[in-house]
């Protein structure tokens, strides 16, 4: 069984953990699996956790998530007497009945000590790990069911757990890891870890002030939300962490530019920045993307085509509370046929998704929609005809200014008196 890391893992576990350059993170990759040919069990371990997908790994490094590959690494490493991959197999379910019964260690508490011993030695990475030991509750698996009883509900649990978690994730921490910083943010708010709120801030500006472009980018939410006077700090946090190789944040880069928040007002600079974060997946920005094209804003030239195409990555990328936002411009597209083929069908079904939420839409779609749904009503379009309705969508879209309301409302006519209700007319 494995003592302390190997130098080749130490600086392996620096290099991919701590450094957030995707460059360097191949060269710790690499180093890792010449430790692992020469029979390091750690290494195995951290190899596999390179392909366990984000919650273990930047995934700015570029580490193509493979379960099965991260699964007979682990249990590798675990026959050949990793502390640390008994651990991770323990966190994420891929230690089974088969593997502990033929792992070296006598015990899985056994495995924990030694992680302790590193811990207490200053090891960053097995602070963290006895850290997340007790966070994440896998301290009674180790410990047994007599320690379990002692709790009667969860809060009980935590409120032992949470100040022991919080100290281990601080030494992390102070020795440059930022990898607990989630679970730390988690105990704070839980009110559980007797963590105030300058020993708090204290640790995340700490780290937002390192390597890690994801804390970087949170701090700057962080000030955005707390604190009033700090729009200009809260910008340059996202900036640099745009700058440091997060592309998801340029999407809050875009939003000050958009907004004049901490900088000077430039849609243009928006655009730039939305554009960058929606091609790299985020689909606030897509959506943002989309509007610009779909309404011509800044010096973008309208182009329902282009509008199309990022309205429909944002609705399918976007939880489903908030599709309605392109849902509105997508019905407008799919009702005109603007940017794709006319179908009113498709332009009913997503006008549904927004009717009980027309009024949240800005100007000036709300408007826009509102017309939509009176077209839909009053001329059975996608839907059965509802001229009542219809016109009552007309005229909350009027109040809002719409020409093209008054105009199809103009088609319509009320019988002598009111009587027998609205009638179109051509």
């Known amino acids: 069984m494995n003592g302390k890391y190997s130098a080749e893992v130490i600086r392996a576990i620096d290099m991919i953990w701590k450094s957030f350059d995707p460059e360097e993170m191949k060269r710790g990759y690499a180093l890792l699996e010449?430790?692992?040919?020469?029979?390091?069990?750690?290494?195995?371990?951290?190899?596999?956790?390179?392909?366990?997908?984000?919650?273990?790994?930047?995934?700015?490094?570029?580490?193509?998530?493979?379960?099965?590959?991260?699964?007979?690494?682990?249990?590798?490493?675990?026959?050949?007497?990793?502390?640390?991959?008994?651990?991770?197999?323990?966190?994420?379910?891929?230690?089974?009945?088969?593997?502990?019964?033929?792992?070296?260690?006598?015990?899985?508490?056994?495995?924990?000590?030694?992680?302790?011993?590193?811990?207490?030695?200053?090891?960053?990475?097995?602070?963290?790990?006895?850290?997340?030991?007790?966070?994440?509750?896998?301290?009674?698996?180790?410990?047994?069911?007599?320690?379990?009883?002692?709790?009667?509900?969860?809060?009980?649990?935590?409120?032992?757990?949470?100040?022991?978690?919080?100290?281990?994730?601080?030494?992390?921490?102070?020795?440059?890891?930022?990898?607990?910083?989630?679970?730390?943010?988690?105990?704070y708010e839980s009110e559980l870890g007797d963590i105030d709120s300058d020993r708090f801030e204290s640790y995340f500006e700490l780290l937002a002030d390192g390597k890690d472009p994801m804390i970087c980018n949170d701090y700057g939410k962080y000030l955005e939300d707390e604190y009033e006077d700090?729009?200009?700090?809260?910008?340059?946090?996202?900036?640099?962490?745009?700058?440091?190789?997060?592309?998801?944040?340029?999407?809050?880069?875009?939003?000050?530019?958009?907004?004049?928040?901490?900088?000077?007002?430039?849609?243009?600079?928006?655009?730039?920045?939305?554009k960058i974060a929606a091609e790299a997946g985020h689909p606030r920005a897509q959506f943002a993307v989309g509007n610009f094209y779909f309404s011509g804003r800044g010096n973008v030239t309208r182009d329902y085509a282009e509008a199309f195409r990022w309205l429909c990555r944002a609705y399918d990328n976007l939880d489903e509370e908030d599709r309605w936002e392109p849902a509105a411009e997508l019905a407008i597209l799919h009702q005109d046929g603007l940017g794709t083929a006319q179908d009113d069908e498709m332009a009913f079904r997503l006008l549904s998704e927004i009717e009980d939420r027309v009024d949240d839409v800005w100007e000036p779609l709300d408007a826009m929609a509102l017309n939509a749904l009176g077209v839909a009503y009053a001329f059975g379009r996608g839907t059965e005809e509802d001229i009542e309705k219809g016109i009552a969508y007309f005229d909350r879209a009027i109040e809002y200014g719409s020409e093209a309301a008054a105009r199809n409302k103009a088609r319509f006519k009320r019988s002598v008196f009111g009587l027998g209700g609205w009638k179109r007319i051509n």
């Open 230 to 274: 700090c729009a200009e700090e809260a910008f340059g946090y996202y900036k640099r962490a745009f700058d440091m190789g997060d592309a998801q944040s340029a999407y809050n880069v875009a939003v000050c530019y958009a907004r004049g928040y901490g900088v000077d007002e430039d849609l243009d600079e928006a655009f730039r920045y939305y």
């Open 34 to 187: 010449r430790a692992a040919e020469r029979g390091d069990a750690d290494a195995l371990c951290y190899l596999a956790r390179c392909h366990m997908g984000e919650e273990y790994v930047w995934s700015g490094g570029g580490f193509e998530t493979d379960e099965d590959k991260s699964s007979a690494l682990l249990k590798e490493s675990i026959l050949k007497g990793s502390a640390s991959g008994v651990l991770c197999a323990l966190r994420n379910e891929n230690l089974t009945p088969s593997v502990e019964c033929d792992m070296p260690f006598g015990s899985l508490k056994e495995a924990y000590e030694e992680i302790l011993r590193q811990a207490r030695d200053g090891d960053a990475f097995c602070l963290y790990m006895a850290a997340n030991v007790l966070f994440w509750g896998d301290y009674l698996v180790i410990e047994g069911e007599a320690e379990a009883d002692k709790y009667a509900d969860v809060d009980e649990y935590y409120a032992f757990a949470y100040p022991l978690a919080a100290e281990l994730y601080e030494k992390s921490f102070e020795a440059g890891l930022s990898a607990g910083f989630g679970n730390y943010r988690t105990i």
